[in-house]
């Protein structure tokens, strides 16, 4: 996989192989908490312990933070269209403009993964192959994904 920053601040990701492919062809899946509570709770943490405080952040504050989730994976899920079924020259593109809403994605996918695969940090340790449908793999996606807020949130420092 090859990647540029172009002079307007858009990534350009070509050439991606297969597996990378399958990797951000996933990430949107990867933000969905299923029945989770764990994922869930991380992606609406209560306020505090107060069951009234409560009461109005999951009456004002959870809609409001599902719409802004619901906008960024519009905004992602247009970018990766060009990504296809990443067989026929995978390739795609983040505009400057969206960085904010892949921001949010990765995030989210990250949470999401690292709660429901009961992962701590010390996982990081191992080296070994990371075959698909394996722990591993979700380790390697949780990594990519990090690499990949990492180039779009160099982009706002430079």
Excluded: C
């Amino acid at each position: 996989m090859t990647f540029s920053r172009t002079d307007s601040g858009d990534l350009l990701f070509e050439e991606i192989d297969p597996v990378m492919a399958r990797v951000f062809g996933d990430l949107l899946d990867e933000t969905n908490p299923g029945d989770s509570s764990a994922a869930q709770a991380r992606l609406h943490p209560p306020p505090s312990g107060d069951p009234q405080l409560v009461a109005e952040w999951t009456e004002y504050v959870a809609p409001e933070l599902d719409l802004i989730f619901r906008d960024a994976d519009e905004i992602v899920a247009s970018d990766l269209a060009s990504l296809g079924d990443g067989t026929r020259d995978p390739r795609f593109g983040i505009p400057a403009t969206h960085r904010d809403a892949w921001i949010n994605v990765l995030n989210r996918a990250r949470l999401v993964l690292s709660e429901k695969h009961g992962l701590n940090g010390l996982e990081w340790e191992d080296d070994q192959p990371h075959p698909p449908g394996s722990h591993k793999f979700v380790l390697l996606k949780m990594h990519i994904y990090g690499v990949l807020q990492e180039l779009l949130l160099s982009g706002i420092q430079e």
